[in-house]
Protein backbone atom coordinates (compact mmCIF):
# COMPACT_ATOMS: atom_id res chain seq x y z
CA UNK A 1 0.00 0.00 0.00
CA UNK A 2 0.66 3.69 0.28
CA UNK A 3 1.92 4.14 -3.39
CA UNK A 4 2.50 7.22 -5.24
CA UNK A 5 3.34 7.64 -9.06
CA UNK A 6 4.46 10.31 -11.10
CA UNK A 7 4.36 11.25 -14.47
CA UNK A 8 6.16 11.68 -16.64
CA UNK A 9 9.73 10.26 -14.92
CA UNK A 10 11.56 12.17 -17.36
CA UNK A 11 11.14 15.40 -19.53
CA UNK A 12 13.27 17.36 -21.84
CA UNK A 13 11.81 20.47 -23.17
CA UNK A 14 13.12 24.08 -24.72
CA UNK A 15 13.80 26.83 -22.85
CA UNK A 16 10.76 29.14 -22.23
CA UNK A 17 7.63 26.25 -22.82
CA UNK A 18 5.77 24.69 -19.64
CA UNK A 19 6.05 21.57 -18.49
CA UNK A 20 3.31 19.50 -16.15
CA UNK A 21 4.14 16.94 -13.19
CA UNK A 22 1.89 14.57 -12.63
CA UNK A 23 1.57 13.30 -8.44
CA UNK A 24 -1.16 10.33 -7.55
CA UNK A 25 -1.88 8.72 -4.86
CA UNK A 26 -2.79 5.18 -6.51
CA UNK A 27 -4.23 3.24 -3.39
CA UNK A 28 -5.10 6.00 -0.78
CA UNK A 29 -6.55 9.20 -0.38
CA UNK A 30 -3.95 12.30 -0.10
CA UNK A 31 -4.88 14.99 2.41
CA UNK A 32 -1.75 16.40 1.65
CA UNK A 33 0.84 16.56 -1.28
CA UNK A 34 4.44 18.03 -0.99
CA UNK A 35 6.51 19.35 -3.42
CA UNK A 36 10.33 18.38 -3.62
CA UNK A 37 13.19 19.92 -5.47
CA UNK A 38 16.43 18.19 -5.15
CA UNK A 39 19.48 19.17 -6.54
CA UNK A 40 22.13 16.58 -7.72
CA UNK A 41 23.59 15.30 -4.69
CA UNK A 42 22.16 17.51 -2.19
CA UNK A 43 19.41 16.74 0.00
CA UNK A 44 15.05 17.30 -0.54
CA UNK A 45 14.22 20.87 -0.57
CA UNK A 46 10.03 21.62 0.29
CA UNK A 47 8.44 23.93 -2.62
CA UNK A 48 5.14 23.87 -1.48
CA UNK A 49 2.62 21.92 0.08
CA UNK A 50 -1.18 21.55 -1.31
CA UNK A 51 -4.27 20.62 -0.08
CA UNK A 52 -7.45 19.48 -1.89
CA UNK A 53 -9.27 22.26 -2.77
CA UNK A 54 -7.46 24.75 -1.58
CA UNK A 55 -4.16 27.38 -2.76
CA UNK A 56 -0.91 25.46 -2.02
CA UNK A 57 1.33 27.08 0.21
CA UNK A 58 4.98 27.84 -0.75
CA UNK A 59 8.25 28.22 0.68
CA UNK A 60 9.90 31.28 1.00
CA UNK A 61 12.10 31.41 -2.09
CA UNK A 62 9.72 29.74 -4.59
CA UNK A 63 7.75 31.46 -7.21
CA UNK A 64 4.52 30.67 -7.08
CA UNK A 65 3.88 32.18 -10.51
CA UNK A 66 6.33 30.07 -11.89
CA UNK A 67 5.65 27.12 -10.09
CA UNK A 68 2.30 26.61 -10.16
CA UNK A 69 0.20 24.21 -8.10
CA UNK A 70 -2.93 22.44 -8.53
CA UNK A 71 -4.63 19.62 -6.10
CA UNK A 72 -7.53 19.13 -7.62
CA UNK A 73 -8.59 15.87 -5.83
CA UNK A 74 -7.73 13.75 -3.07
CA UNK A 75 -5.25 11.37 -5.50
CA UNK A 76 -3.72 14.01 -7.86
CA UNK A 77 -1.55 17.21 -7.52
CA UNK A 78 0.00 18.73 -10.70
CA UNK A 79 3.34 20.76 -10.77
CA UNK A 80 3.82 23.00 -13.38
CA UNK A 81 6.65 24.74 -14.27
CA UNK A 82 5.77 28.14 -16.52
CA UNK A 83 8.48 29.16 -18.74
CA UNK A 84 10.99 26.93 -17.74
CA UNK A 85 14.51 28.41 -18.18
CA UNK A 86 17.48 25.49 -17.79
CA UNK A 87 18.27 27.12 -14.42
CA UNK A 88 14.93 25.29 -13.58
CA UNK A 89 16.18 21.57 -14.63
CA UNK A 90 16.01 19.63 -11.35
CA UNK A 91 14.86 16.48 -9.81
CA UNK A 92 11.32 16.80 -8.73
CA UNK A 93 9.62 14.93 -6.05
CA UNK A 94 6.41 14.99 -4.72
CA UNK A 95 4.92 13.13 -1.45
CA UNK A 96 1.31 12.40 -0.44
CA UNK A 97 0.14 11.84 2.93
CA UNK A 98 -2.67 10.52 4.54
CA UNK A 99 -2.52 10.70 7.71
CA UNK A 100 -4.61 13.48 10.63
CA UNK A 101 -1.52 15.06 11.11
CA UNK A 102 0.30 14.83 7.89
CA UNK A 103 2.73 12.61 9.45
CA UNK A 104 4.07 10.10 7.36
CA UNK A 105 4.98 10.90 4.16
CA UNK A 106 4.75 8.76 0.64
CA UNK A 107 7.20 9.78 -1.80
CA UNK A 108 7.07 9.56 -6.04
CA UNK A 109 9.95 8.35 -7.65
CA UNK A 110 10.74 11.34 -8.89
CA UNK A 111 10.85 13.33 -12.28
CA UNK A 112 14.15 14.68 -13.93
CA UNK A 113 13.44 17.89 -15.81
CA UNK A 114 15.89 19.31 -18.19
CA UNK A 115 15.69 22.52 -19.76
CA UNK A 116 17.84 23.47 -23.16
CA UNK B 1 16.01 26.93 14.41
CA UNK B 2 14.78 23.36 13.62
CA UNK B 3 17.22 21.20 12.17
CA UNK B 4 18.29 17.90 11.56
CA UNK B 5 22.05 17.03 10.70
CA UNK B 6 23.98 13.90 9.67
CA UNK B 7 27.10 14.28 10.36
CA UNK B 8 28.67 11.97 8.15
CA UNK B 9 28.46 12.91 4.26
CA UNK B 10 29.72 9.68 3.15
CA UNK B 11 30.09 5.96 4.50
CA UNK B 12 32.14 3.12 2.60
CA UNK B 13 31.70 -0.29 4.47
CA UNK B 14 32.34 -3.38 3.54
CA UNK B 15 29.94 -6.27 2.56
CA UNK B 16 28.36 -7.97 5.80
CA UNK B 17 29.63 -6.06 8.04
CA UNK B 18 27.87 -3.47 10.26
CA UNK B 19 26.43 -0.20 9.55
CA UNK B 20 25.35 3.12 11.80
CA UNK B 21 24.07 6.02 10.51
CA UNK B 22 24.10 9.39 12.81
CA UNK B 23 20.94 11.99 13.04
CA UNK B 24 21.31 14.85 15.24
CA UNK B 25 18.08 16.71 15.32
CA UNK B 26 17.16 20.08 17.25
CA UNK B 27 13.87 20.83 17.85
CA UNK B 28 11.33 22.27 20.85
CA UNK B 29 10.18 19.22 21.26
CA UNK B 30 10.51 15.88 20.28
CA UNK B 31 9.30 15.30 16.71
CA UNK B 32 8.24 12.74 14.30
CA UNK B 33 11.56 11.41 12.94
CA UNK B 34 11.75 8.99 10.11
CA UNK B 35 14.82 7.65 7.80
CA UNK B 36 14.22 7.12 3.90
CA UNK B 37 16.63 5.38 1.48
CA UNK B 38 16.91 6.67 -1.92
CA UNK B 39 18.43 4.53 -4.78
CA UNK B 40 20.22 6.52 -7.76
CA UNK B 41 17.57 8.23 -9.74
CA UNK B 42 14.59 7.32 -7.58
CA UNK B 43 12.02 8.68 -5.13
CA UNK B 44 12.74 8.19 -1.28
CA UNK B 45 11.38 4.71 0.48
CA UNK B 46 10.25 4.25 4.15
CA UNK B 47 13.26 2.65 5.96
CA UNK B 48 11.26 3.25 9.39
CA UNK B 49 9.32 5.90 11.43
CA UNK B 50 9.69 7.26 15.04
CA UNK B 51 6.55 8.59 16.68
CA UNK B 52 6.22 8.13 20.14
CA UNK B 53 6.64 4.22 22.73
CA UNK B 54 9.64 1.61 22.28
CA UNK B 55 12.39 3.73 21.20
CA UNK B 56 14.17 1.11 19.15
CA UNK B 57 12.22 0.69 16.26
CA UNK B 58 12.18 -1.84 13.56
CA UNK B 59 11.92 -0.80 10.01
CA UNK B 60 12.53 -2.81 6.54
CA UNK B 61 15.44 -4.66 4.74
CA UNK B 62 16.82 -5.33 8.21
CA UNK B 63 17.33 -2.13 9.41
CA UNK B 64 16.58 -0.52 13.36
CA UNK B 65 16.95 2.88 14.52
CA UNK B 66 17.04 3.99 18.02
CA UNK B 67 15.49 7.45 19.52
CA UNK B 68 17.60 8.68 22.64
CA UNK B 69 16.27 11.61 23.63
CA UNK B 70 19.09 12.90 26.39
CA UNK B 71 21.35 12.84 22.90
CA UNK B 72 18.82 14.20 20.69
CA UNK B 73 19.63 11.55 18.56
CA UNK B 74 18.09 8.94 15.93
CA UNK B 75 20.69 6.81 14.67
CA UNK B 76 20.50 4.10 11.72
CA UNK B 77 21.56 0.55 12.32
CA UNK B 78 22.12 -2.46 10.38
CA UNK B 79 24.01 -5.91 11.56
CA UNK B 80 24.87 -6.88 8.44
CA UNK B 81 24.87 -5.10 4.84
CA UNK B 82 24.25 -6.72 1.53
CA UNK B 83 25.56 -4.51 -1.84
CA UNK B 84 21.95 -3.78 -2.43
CA UNK B 85 22.15 -1.33 0.57
CA UNK B 86 24.23 0.98 -1.34
CA UNK B 87 22.35 4.09 -1.79
CA UNK B 88 21.89 7.84 0.11
CA UNK B 89 20.02 7.79 3.41
CA UNK B 90 18.12 10.81 4.70
CA UNK B 91 16.91 11.37 7.67
CA UNK B 92 14.09 13.63 8.32
CA UNK B 93 12.15 15.14 10.78
CA UNK B 94 8.24 17.06 11.22
CA UNK B 95 6.68 18.68 14.09
CA UNK B 96 2.52 17.71 13.90
CA UNK B 97 2.27 20.26 11.02
CA UNK B 98 4.01 17.87 8.45
CA UNK B 99 6.50 20.27 6.87
CA UNK B 100 9.73 17.33 6.81
CA UNK B 101 13.01 18.64 7.58
CA UNK B 102 15.55 16.51 5.57
CA UNK B 103 18.90 16.04 6.61
CA UNK B 104 22.02 16.56 4.00
CA UNK B 105 22.20 12.72 3.73
CA UNK B 106 24.65 9.88 4.02
CA UNK B 107 25.72 8.14 1.00
CA UNK B 108 26.67 4.81 1.84
CA UNK B 109 28.95 2.44 -0.24
CA UNK B 110 29.62 -0.85 0.36
CA UNK B 111 32.68 -2.49 -1.10
CA UNK B 112 33.24 -6.34 -1.23
Known amino acids: GAVVSQHPSWVICKSGTSVKIECRSLDFQATTMFWYRQFPKQSLMLMATSNEGSKATYEQGVEKDKFLINHASLTLSTLTVTSAHPEDSSFYIC????????????FGPGTRLLVL | AQSVTQPDIHITVSEGASLELRCNYSYGATPYLFWYVQSPGQGLQLLLK??????LVQGIKGFEAEFKRSQSSFNLRKPSVHWSDAAEYFC??????????FGAGTQVVVTP
Open chain 2, 50 to 55: YFSGDT
Open chain 1, 95 to 106: SASSGPYQETQY
Open chain 2, 92 to 101: AATDSWGKLQ
